[in-house]
């Protein structure tokens, strides 16, 4: 069969027409198809990639989920007795709990749940311990009895607080809505210039902190970031700083200095001064006049007492006046020593450092009521503990100021930007404003 050139040019035509409307109408159905679809696959891909619902990394789709707060003389076996789990199997959580948490440390007024299967809720699949609000303990109830800890999710936002002080630091910081823990914070930084009983009327603070969040409720303060703090008219800064991020950090004022002394300033983060170094003192107890070669400080029994620097535990002893006491010997110049206490907490040749709990404040030996009594030799001669001058630590090495300076500049800006008014200052502002917004 032979084609002329005119019926090859028709053919071609119309095979061409034909190609263009299968794949012109094919489009239609290419493009349809995932409209149709998509709903369908949006749908299947929401309930695949919707998040179940979870407590403590527990899905509770198939409990019911109770919490409560231990109350006073209960118990983890009385508590899940109450939920079908018999002694036997409460025997073998308690064994299975002792590398993970010790259940007599379970305290009252702290928070339990307890998932219970939905169709039979007097029965218990797991048990909830919280210690604290991050920290959780779970108690797997199920066949195979498991025990193991687990952490809920920690937020951390830097946060400040500027604040005059008219009655006391933690008054204060109450009042500004900070954590009152920052009190024991700023002792721990300033301890060795500042006695935090004996703060006066005009002294004032700034602070930058890290507050921690779980499920969005403050729970905690982390670690100062900077400060400033001032007192009796002279302001002591402190810029926390980590030489190696694998190490602690440690605090410096502006220059690089680091801020902590040889020796803390009392042997209590929290004390007063009930009576000073004197060559003269009526006795409380003899009724003579005596020298009072040291400084006692008040405080309620059983306050901590923490060794003021770093050495050796040369003498933990009872005598009939010095009741219980400990003697630190720091180097060859400078030794210490802590009297009347209810308990001591160190043993003799144990060396300690500055900040460690050595004893607890009674009122031991000739005492008439609970504090501690601190003397202070310099080159074996008793001297006045608050009349010494110690000089700094050692400073931040040369190669690391660059980078500190960096992050001071910073820091002294935030610092700068805070105003440490009082509450009745902010009470007075926030009336003045009530009173413009009624006006306008």
Request: hydrophobic letters at 35%.
């Amino acid at each position: 069969m032979k084609f002329n050139k005119y019926t090859l040019k028709i053919l071609v035509v119309l095979l061409f027409i034909l190609g263009s409307g299968i794949v012109f109408f094919s489009g239609f159905e290419i493009n349809r198809a995932p409209q149709q679809l998509s709903t369908k696959d949006l749908r299947t891909q929401e309930k695949v990639s919707a998040p179940l619902p979870k407590q403590f990394d527990l899905r509770v789709d198939s409990f019911e989920v109770h919490t409560y707060q231990v109350e006073r003389n209960q118990f983890l076996s009385n508590i899940l007795s109450a939920y079908q789990v018999d002694p036997t199997t409460i025997s073998k959580l308690v064994d299975k709990s002792r590398p993970v948490f010790n259940v007599r440390k379970i305290s009252a007024g702290n928070p339990y749940t307890i998932f219970t299967y939905k169709n039979d809720p007097q029965k218990a699949a797991y048990f909830i311990y919280q210690p604290n609000p991050i920290d959780y303990i779970v108690y797997d109830l199920r066949d195979t009895l498991n025990v193991y800890a687990g952490k809920k999710d920690v937020s951390v936002k830097v946060e400040t607080v500027a604040s005059d002080i008219n009655h006391s630091l933690y008054e204060a910081l109450q009042r500004k809505g900070a954590d009152p823990q920052l009190a024991i914070k700023l002792a721990e930084i300033y301890g060795w210039a500042i006695d935090f009983y004996n703060i006066g009327e005009n002294d004032w603070f700034k602070i930058q902190y890290e507050r921690q969040y779980v499920d969005d409720k403050p729970v905690d303060a982390g670690h100062i970031v900077s400060a400033v703090f001032s007192h009796k008219g002279k302001e002591l800064s402190a810029f926390y700083f980590e030489t190696d991020s694998t190490a602690k950090g440690e605090y410096y004022d502006e220059e690089g200095n680091s801020v902590r002394r040889a020796f803390l300033k009392a042997p209590l983060k929290f004390s007063r001064i009930t009576s000073r170094y004197t060559n003269r003192r009526l006795h409380p107890v003899q009724k003579v006049w005596k020298a009072h070669l040291g400084t006692d400080y008040a405080a309620p029994r059983g306050t901590p007492i923490i060794a003021t620097g770093n050495g050796v535990v040369t003498e933990s002893a009872f005598s009939k006046f010095n009741g219980n006491y400990v003697k630190v010997k720091h180097n060859g110049t400078y030794t210490t020593q802590y009297l009347h206490m209810s308990k001591r907490a160190v043993r003799p040749g144990q060396r300690v450092q500055q900040g460690q709990v050595i004893g607890y404040v009674g009122s031991t030996g000739l005492a008439t009521g609970p504090h501690v009594c601190y003397r202070f030799w310099k080159n074996g001669k008793q001297v006045d503990a608050l009349k010494q001058n110690f000089r700094e630590s050692t400073p931040l090495p040369a190669k690391f100021l660059t980078a500190f300076k960096t992050v001071v500049l910073k820091e002294q800006e935030v610092l700068a930007s805070l105003i440490p008014s009082t509450g009745d200052e902010l009470a007075a502002s926030n009336e003045l404003d009530d009173r413009e917004g009624k006006t306008l």
